[in-house]
T-cell receptor
Framework: IAGITQAPTSQILAAGRRMTLRCTQD?????MYWYRQDLGLGLRLIHY???????GKGEVPDGYSVSRANTDDFPLTLASAVPSQTSVYFC???????????????FGAGSRLTVL | KNQVEQSPQSLIILEGKNCTLQ??????????LRWYKQDTGRGPVSLTI?????NTKSNGRYTATLDADTKQSSLHITASQLSDSASYIC?????????????FGAGTRLAVHP
């Protein structure tokens, strides 16, 4: 089934540890995104990639890094996790990053991260 | 400041009843407005997308309306089913800085009871 796969589904880690959340899509979408979802808030964009080899900062990029070595994979790394990064992280993709009403985002199932 | 406000925050209805969820936005320049459904423990799934020139769009029992003048949108659910229990998220799109920036509302949590 075409879509986005995120791993791990959930993780608990100690503050200061390094963590990478994995995201893979098989739809050959050009654009990919990482969002975090916190209780009572709308999803907020962390980083994005319009196409393989390029990345950009979103609304809340501090403490996170991404890479886009190929079309399918878009990992999110927390170099040194802090408790405020406790959240649910969603990876998403779209056909492209253009201003098209048909440019629908497809989301993964999310990765629940708890930093103690 | 670009904002998307949704109301009510939560809603409980009986199976078979209709309901309407509201979305007000202050985003400018407006590109398009989307409604997503998010089941518990899952990622959001797109229901409708409307550009500024569209007033209404339906997807089965879901009908979204848009008034670009008053910057308001609504999502009407007809003949609700237990499977409609979810969070419904209003998202307004702005094309800015080289990417399609989406402003997400906090969502309305709908519970449909038998």
């Amino acid at each position: 089934i075409a879509g986005i796969t995120q791993a791990p589904t959930s993780q608990i880690l100690a503050a200061g540890r390094r963590m990478t959340l994995r995201c893979t899509q098989d739809m050959r979408h050009n654009a990919m995104y990482w969002y975090r979802q916190d209780l009572g808030l709308g999803l907020r964009l962390i980083h994005y990639s319009n196409t393989a080899g390029t990345t950009g900062k979103g609304e809340v990029p501090d403490g996170y890094s991404v890479s886009r070595a190929n079309t399918d994979d878009f990992p999110l790394t927390l170099a040194s996790a802090v408790p405020s990064q406790t959240s649910v992280y969603f990876c998403a993709s779209s056909r492209d990053s253009g201003d098209s009403g048909a440019n629908v985002l497809t989301f993964g199932a999310g990765s629940r991260l708890t930093v103690l | 400041k670009n904002q998307v406000e949704q109301s009510p925050q939560s809603l409980i209805i009986l199976e078979g009843k209709n309901c309407t969820l509201q979305c007000n936005y202050t985003v400018s320049p407006f590109s398009n407005l989307r409604w997503y459904k998010q089941d518990t423990g899952r990622g959001p799934v797109s229901l409708t997308i409307m550009t500024f020139s569209e007033n209404t769009k339906s997807n089965g029992r879901y009908t979204a309306t848009l008034d670009a003048d008053t910057k308001q949108s609504s999502l009407h659910i007809t003949a609700s089913q237990l499977s409609d229990s979810a969070s419904y998220i209003c998202v307004v799109s702005v094309f800015s800085g080289g990417y399609n920036k989406l402003i997400f509302g906090a969502g309305t949590r709908l519970a449909v009871h038998p």
